[in-house]
T-cell receptor
Framework: ETGVTQTPRHLVMGMTNKKSLKCEQHLGHNAMYWYKQSAKKPLELMFVYSLEERVENNSVPSRFSPECPNSSHLFLHLHTLQPEDSALYLC????????????FGQGTRLTVV | GDSVTQMEGPVTLSEEAFLTINCTYTATGYPSLFWYVQYPGEGLQLLLKATKADDKGSNKGFEATYRKETTSFHLEKGSVQVSDSAVYFCALLDRDNAGNMLTFGGGTRLMVKP
């Protein structure tokens, strides 16, 4: 299995739907991250969990709700999204403390219709 | 705060041309520096890294040297291939950064033509 696995790879949802993105890491890391990558915009850090506690929430709308039940799993629960939320959502993990790099999953391509 | 500035793309080169993608940074501490690559339809992959001044990171023919005096970490490759077409991200990790949060540049798209 690859280090960081995201499912699904592609998701199309209506604005009234509720869906969840899943991320699983097999690297023994203790920190996990959600990023949003939109066309022609910089990579946006959304949420950070370190040692299963949320340490960063960059003014993300409440229609995005993260969950980290343990150090290997991270979810992003989605509800009542807007078309502008369509993007590639990337999960990453790393080991804290330290200066090691983050490892990324392949992303979930989300389209809101 | 920390920031990373990359040259804007796209950069279009012919196969076997020399590549330079500029990256400069500002940081409050003594950061580690990284280059990530994103191939079409994929996530980010670590390409190379350097953790202290004058370190040279290298991988797959790409190189970058940590220059503290100029706060730069420029990416170079002597002879690019079509398969190098991707988006390249420069990033830093500040020692004083809780949660190991990377600061990314805006990305530079490289297009290599045969």
């Amino acid at each position: 299995e690859t280090g960081v696995t995201q499912t699904p790879r592609h998701l199309v949802m209506g604005m009234t739907n509720k869906k969840s993105l899943k991320c699983e890491q097999h690297l023994g890391h203790n920190a996990m991250y959600w990023y949003k990558q939109s066309a022609k915009k910089p990579l946006e850090l959304m949420f950070v969990y370190s040692l299963e506690e949320r340490v960063e929430n960059n003014s993300v709308p409440s229609r995005f709700s993260p969950e980290c039940p343990n150090s290997s799993h991270l979810f992003l629960h989605l509800h009542t999204l807007q078309p502008e939320d369509s993007a590639l959502y990337l999960c990453a993990s790393s080991q804290v403390p330290g200066r090691a790099e983050a490892f990324f999953g392949q992303g979930t391509r989300l389209t809101v219709v | 705060g920390d920031s990373v500035t990359q040259m804007e793309g796209p950069v279009t080169l012919s196969e076997e041309a020399f590549l330079t993608i500029n990256c400069t940074y500002t940081a409050t501490g003594y950061p580690s520096l990284f280059w990530y690559v994103q191939y079409p339809g994929e996530g980010l992959q670590l390409l190379l890294k350097a953790t202290k001044a004058d370190d040279k990171g290298s991988n797959k023919g790409f190189e970058a040297t940590y220059r503290k005096e100029t706060t730069s970490f420029h990416l170079e490759k002597g002879s690019v291939q079509v398969s190098d077409s991707a988006v390249y991200f420069c990033a830093l990790l500040d020692r004083d950064n809780a949660g190991n949060m990377l600061t990314f540049g805006g990305g530079t798209r490289l297009m290599v033509k045969p």
